[in-house]
Each structure stands twice: as structure tokens, then as C-alpha cells.
């Protein structure tokens, strides 16, 4: 069976703390100090490595960058416990919503966010150009498919592509056969790609909303369907836990240490915290994703076996997480070491670092599982991150396609249950 969460204490990760009640914070231990030395360490390396990298000729600054980036991602992806599996599965089968809102607060955020930049780069909305780089991908019947078979991908290997790389960071071990298994479903859907290119693809529209009603009407409409979607949620959640963590009597270093390394971030907290980081990226860098190091290492891989074609129809044309022929590290392969380490470091501070058990029956499903999901990552030129976040906040019907098929793949794993193999 996958679990989505690991932690010493799953009422603080379930958010299970009634609102307004005071908490007593834990005392502070030899261990606690020895965990907390051991993650400051962590939280150096990766601070002198960017300055290394920052040092260095040609893309230095963007892989420094790139680091500093997946290491704040990494701790709110920890601390707030941002799976879009483990969400959907509180949701559907729990029928708890709240974590839910991390999301609408992450698409909200990131929405305004983008609106800003985007008048920066593209005042001019009616030209019919694309701002430069954002995730607009084209919308088809492969990218139906494709978010369809991620949401069962999520399902059977128990999180998301970014969920098994924060997880890694809590111990997971199913994480690194489902990680393999996205390399081989990568390079098939590089060994796919012409033909679902060629039938499904190639014609479809890129449908960008400000084309048609403006910056503001987009993020109007965006903003109104977010709060739409979060009072159904809402609704739907009976048994959702409060937003608000448990207050402390006093404000001591204890209990802010409580606040900010142990109990769950809040969720509104989180999405905007996300939301906020992926603007930010988009500005300097590029949009957030998390798919194009694994991507790029899998096309290198498959084509130097001459296994997949080296012409794939108007892929490099296209915008999102896609993948080069390279043997280096792209700024991405930073931006995910950053996020594995960091989100090690947060884990080891709150105690939340704990080997998950594996067997043969769900390291199988996790290799399974991860399949699907580089297969559809391949296809809908992204993940969660990539195409669902980076692509709702850019305004792209094609991230709103992807995040509506995505959960009903997810629910029809939920509901064949298959997380529980």
C-alpha cells in the first residue's frame, strides 16, 4: 500500500489539530539538536554550492539560481506536505478538502503573479503572440489521454512525480522505482510521439485566454473559477480538518519552532508561497517544472541506444518541460537537486525522516506506476508542476485540460483501489 505522507506524527501532517485549542510544544532534546546541526548543514551546502555555481562561466548564475529555487521548493513542499496525489486522495476518499486549497491558493497567487510579468514581456495582447517560455501547450485528444493516465500513474506508484522527489527527502524508498519507471516511460513516449503527433497533436489549438479576453478578463475568469472550485470543495469536504493549526498559549522559541518545522504549514500559507516562488522563476529563469532533467536524461539515454526516432516531430518547437540531448545538468537537474535535499533537511528537523518499507509487490507498482507517469509527463509536455500549476497560472486552457483529467484519473485509481496494492 502507497502512503502519501511519512512523520513521526500523523496528526500533525493530517491536520487533525482542532483550530483555537492552545498546544503545549514538545522539550526540545539531544536529538532535536543533533537533527537540527545535521540539516543546517544540509541548508549550507547547498547555499555554498550556489555560490559556487553562481562563479562559474556561461549558464552559472541560472543553475545557482535553479538550486536556491529547488531548495525553497523542497521545504514548502515538505512542510506543507504538497503532493497532488496525497490532495486528491484526502479529497476523494476522505473527503477531507482542505489541503485541497493549497492548490487554489497556488493558482490564485500564481495567476496575479503572471498578469504582472506578462505585461512586462507582452503588453499587447491581441497580436496573437505567446509570452516567451510560459507552459501553453496545445489542446488534444493525446493530452486528455495523457492526464487521464497520470492521475492512475499517480495512483498506483502513491504520489506524483514531484511527491516521490520531496519524499525522497522523508525516506521513501518506493520513490526510486517509480522514478525509474518514469525514465522508461519517458522514452516511450519519445517512442510514441510522432505518431500521437502526427494524429492528435499537430492540429490542435494553443488556446491562450488573454487572446481572447484580456489580462484582466483572464485572470477575472481564472480567479472566479478558483473560488467556484473551492466552494465545491468545501461542500464536498465533511470531514475536512481545520485550516488553522493549534494556537500556543505563548509565543516562546519553542512553540515557534513548533510552527515552523513540525506542524503542517497551512494550506493557503503554501499555495502562496508556491505561488509566489513560480512567478519569481518564470521572471528569471523559467516556468516551474520538475520533469525536464528526467526527460532530458531519458532522451540522451534512449537515443544514444538508437531505441526511440532523433527526429520527434515539432517537439522542440513546443513550450513546457521539454527535453534536449544533453550529458549535463540542465538548470532543472539543479532545481531537483535542491528540492531532494532541502526537503531532507526539513524532514530531519520535525523528526519526519523515517525509511518507508518497501516489497516486492509495491516496489512493482511504484515501477509501474512511474511509467504512466513519465509516459503522459512526455505527452502533455509536463507534470503537476509543470503543465497543472505552471500552466493554470499562465492563463493556458492547457493546464486547465490537464488538471480536470488528472483528478478523474486520480479518482478512478482511488476508486479501483488501486494506492492499496
Known sequence: MGSCIISADTN????????????????????????????????????????FLSGKEGAGANAALSLLIGS???????????????????????????????????????A??????????????????LPPGAHIGPVSLALVVAGLAFGVGMALSGACISGHL????????????????????FG???KSWNLLYSKSISDASTTWLPHKLGYSGALVLTLLVLSVIAIIAIKWGKNSTPIANP?????????????????????LTTGAIFGVIGTFAYLRIEPLGVTRQISTTSRTYFEGKSWIPQNLDGLDLMAGCVAIVSDA????????????LASFAAALTGNRFKFQQITLRNGLTALLGGVLLGWSSMIALGCTVGVLLSGTQSFALSGWVFFATVFIGSWLGIKLKLHKL
Open 12 to 51: 500533525f501532517d493530517r491536520g487533525s489539530a482542532i483550530s483555537g485549542t492552545s498546544v503545549e510544544a514538545p522539550i526540545w532534546g539531544k536529538a532535536d539538536t543533533l537533527r537540527t546541526i545535521a540539516a543546517g548543514a544540509i541548508i549550507s551546502l547547498l547555499l555554498a554550492t550556489a555560490y
Open 72 to 110: 525553497a521548493l523542497g521545504i514548502a513542499f515538505e512542510r506543507g506536505r504538497f503532493c497532488f496525489f496525497c490532495i486528491f486522495r484526502d479529497a476523494i476518499e476522505d473527503r477531507d478538502t482542505t489541503p485541497f486549497l493549497s492548490i487554489i491558493s497556488a493558482i490564485a497567487v500564481g
Open 112 to 129: 496575479i503573479g503572471y498578469a504582472i510579468v506578462f505585461g512586462q514581456f507582452l503588453p499587447d495582447t491581441s497580436s496573437g503572440s
Open 166 to 185: 520531496y519524499r525522497i527527502g522523508q525516506g521513501s524508498l518506493r520513490a526510486y522505482p517509480a522514478l525509474l519507471g518514469s525514465l522508461i516511460g
Open 188 to 190: 516511450l513516449g519519445f
Open 247 to 267: 494556537v500556543p498559549e505563548k509565543i516562546t522559541a519553542a512553540t515557534l519552532r513548533q510552527s515552523l518545522f513540525i506542524n503542517r504549514w497551512r494550506p
Open 329 to 340: 545538468i540542465v538548470n532543472n537537474g539543479w532545481l531537483i537537486l535542491g528540492i531532494v
